[in-house]
């Protein structure tokens, strides 16, 4: 299977790894009803969630991973994005991106716990870092581009050496996931290393031997995310309780306190040449501080999203978020618009509904994020489900499957069906990249795929399946 979809100038793809006929991004994303996916500006591609996205040091190429298990490589130079290239090598969500100095080379990780380096030129991937055993959340690349970090909630940093490709330290003593690490510098060479924890604690470490230095601060609740300032003395921080604000390195304490937000502080966004910092909360709330005197300078409220990821234009007056979005969104900070109609589609397709039925309800927990079944829905992180039943397994036209679909001989009927939320993809179709999940209460499932077969051939949903489902375990 190819590793990356290299798509031309003048063209864009269809959601989610899809191999079909390039299409407008634009129109492709029409079909969701969400008007902002409408907006020529935004970053329109993905075909599940948008956990993170970033921009080149000259604002004119963007990255952004999402839970489709894929990373887009984008030209935003001119009013309207353009895909150059689509990465999906990933066998989970890809919760962090990076250019590399000089914008030629990326790195990416996610919930599979590997760390992938990739030519952004030919779209090859260089090499594939393995060592972590749980989901890898934030990565950090050193000012001279030799080293790379990554967090991950197995509980550990590591250092891995971009040049030798080779492992470099494993740097354990937090008591709980790793959620955030930082490279410090002081006139371009690397001064210092940090990390944050869910424990509430920013700790200090060699990056020679990865021993632990000291503990530089202790907030109490968990700390999501983690920013190095242009003050190498500094360090931004964002907390599980919506805290954020700055912490004086030397002394441990919190210099300037930003005020709160309403949930959890899930990302942060610096721009050093224009002073500028934004905070992103589970709340909805974007926030942009000038670094001059810590004063807030704008505010902009998404009603149907947590911000999962921030980054800021290359002249600082505009800035992405991303969240439960298929795409990610551009705000106009400076000059601010008049009029912001902040417009989404609430409950999403994985949200549940008061109106649901028992089988639609398993269907938006355990399928919708991955997998549309309408016939206008098309392939997301996962292939279209309509006219599934009957259908051969790795057979959906224009979707990048798996080896292990691809050579599979399953035709999904209501017995296979049962038998894969029964034991589990990990039993049913090994090595594909199913999420690893299962139903065991046998009601629960025969609903799920009575749902199935009535949504998938447009026909009315009647009463559960009984064939194949299994016996219940609970």
Known sequence: MAAVLLVSAAAVHAPGPARSADV????????????????????????????????????????????DYSMIYW?????????????????????????????????????????????????????????????????????????????????????????????????????????????????????????ASYDGTVRLWNLETGAAVRPVYRHGWGINCLKALPDPGKLLFGSLNGAAGVVDIETGEVSTVLNPHEGPVLALAVSARHKLIATGGGDGGVNIWSMEDWGLKEQHQNPYSPIWGLAFTGDAKRIYYSGLDDFATLWQVSPRQPFETVEGRFPRR???????????????????????????????????????FGRKAGSVPGYAYSPALLGSDIIWTEETIGRLFDHGPQHVTPGSKMPLQQIEDVTKRNALIA???????????????????GKSRE
């Not at 989901?135 to 030798?164: F, Y």
């Open 350 to 388: 994985f949200q549940a509904r008061e109106d649901m039925s028992l089988g639609e309800l398993q269907f938006a927990r355990k399928c919708s994020v991955c997998h549309t079944i309408s016939p206008e829905g098309g392939n997301r992180a996962g292939p279209t489900l309509f006219g599934v």
């Open 24 to 67: 407008s991004a634009q129109d492709a994303q029409k079909k969701t009803g969400d008007k902002r996916a409408e907006e020529p500006a935004n970053l329109v591609g993905h075909g599940g969630p948008v956990k993170t996205v970033q921009l080149n040091r000259e604002g004119t190429r963007a990255l952004t991973g999402s839970f």
């Open 451 to 469: 749902y199935l077969k009535a949504a998938s051939t447009g026909e009315k949903e009647s009463g559960p399946a009984t064939r194949g489902a």
């Open 75 to 195: 030209d935003v130079s001119g009013a309207v994005p353009k895909i150059l290239a689509r990465f999906d090598e990933h066998d989970g969500a890809v919760n962090a991106v990076r250019f590399l100095p000089g914008g030629k080379r990326a790195l990416s990780a996610g919930d599979d716990g590997i760390v992938r380096l990739w030519d952004l030129e030919t779209g090859k991937q260089v090499h594939a870092f393995k060592g972590h055993t749980a989901k890898i959340i934030d990565i950090a690349v050193s000012p001279d581009g030799r080293l790379a970090a990554t967090a991950s909630w197995d509980r550990s940093a590591r250092i891995w050496d971009l040049e030798k490709f080779q492992e470099g330290p494993v740097l354990k003593g937090h008591t709980g996931p790793v959620n955030a690490v930082v490279f410090t510098s002081r006139d371009g060479v690397t001064e210092a290393f940090y990390s």
